[in-house]
T-cell receptor, first 109, second 114 residues
Framework: RKEVEQDPGPFNVPEGATVAFNCTYS??????FFWYRQDCRKEPKLLMS???SGNEDGRFTAQLNRASQYISLLIRDSKLSDSATYLC??????????FGDGTTLTVKP | DVKVTQSSRYLVKRTGEKVFLECVQD?????MFWYRQDPGLGLRLIYF???????EKGDIPEGYSVSREKKERFSLILESASTNQTSMYLC?????????????FGPGTRLLVL
């Protein structure tokens, strides 16, 4: 079993839709959590950190459930420019990051 | 703005050649990382470094070595390239902060080993 597992995708949604991605992690000692975005043939870039209390950045909401060891990303009012691969990332206290394989989102007109 | 640069965007090498991939960051970050990314396998950590002259093996170090002689520079070395090392190689850097660090990635090097 992988340390970090994501929804397999791909997700194909129309513009304006709401879409949610889940990610589960197996290491209960994990300390911090992130969502990265990776455009086709580009490097990953931080989308948002995920805090225990949940956090929102515009149309994006991230939540963490430590008891069940999963994090989620909700995208409201999807835009064409949201099309990308979304990577779930989990850090241990030693600073080592484990990446999920990513979930591909395609937003269509 | 953090900038991480990699020496080449595309590289073609032959089996058995020695390959050097260089990464430079300009934000005085302590931590530097080398990953490879393959379809269906995601990003896998090859080596990382917490400080100058320090290195730690990641999940897939076999066939690779690294060098960090200066804080801003982290090199990945393929001693004898093989076809199964054809991949996208990504370098990243981060500050040290108890696990909350954001990683900043370079643009990647697409390596083809023939």
């Amino acid at each position: 079993r992988k340390e970090v597992e994501q929804d397999p995708g791909p997700f194909n949604v129309p513009e304006g839709a709401t879409v949610a991605f889940n990610c589960t992690y197996s290491n209960s000692a994990s300390q911090s959590f992130f969502w990265y975005r990776q455009d086709c043939r580009k490097e990953p870039k931080l989308l948002m950190s995920v805090y225990s209390s949940g956090n929102e950045d515009g149309r994006f909401t991230a939540q963490l459930n430590r008891a069940s060891q999963y994090i989620s990303l909700l995208i409201r009012d999807s835009k064409l420019s949201d099309s990308a691969t979304y990577l779930c990332v989990v850090n241990t206290n030693a600073g080592k990051s484990t990446f999920g394989d990513g979930t591909t989102l395609t937003v269509k007109p | 703005d953090v900038k991480v640069t990699q020496s080449s965007r595309y590289l073609v090498k032959r089996t058995g050649e020695k390959v050097f991939l260089e990464c430079v960051q300009d934000m005085d970050h302590e931590n530097m990382f080398w990953y490879r990314q393959d379809p269906g396998l995601g990003l896998r950590l090859i080596y990382f470094s917490y400080d100058v002259k320090m290195k730690e093996k990641g999940d897939i170090p076999e066939g690779y070595s690294v060098s960090r002689e200066k804080k801003e520079r982290f090199s990945l070395i393929l001693e004898s390239a093989s076809t199964n090392q054809t991949s996208m190689y990504l370098c990243a850097s981060s500050l040290t902060g108890g696990g909350q660090e954001t990683q900043y990635f370079g643009p990647g090097t697409r390596l083809l080993v023939l």
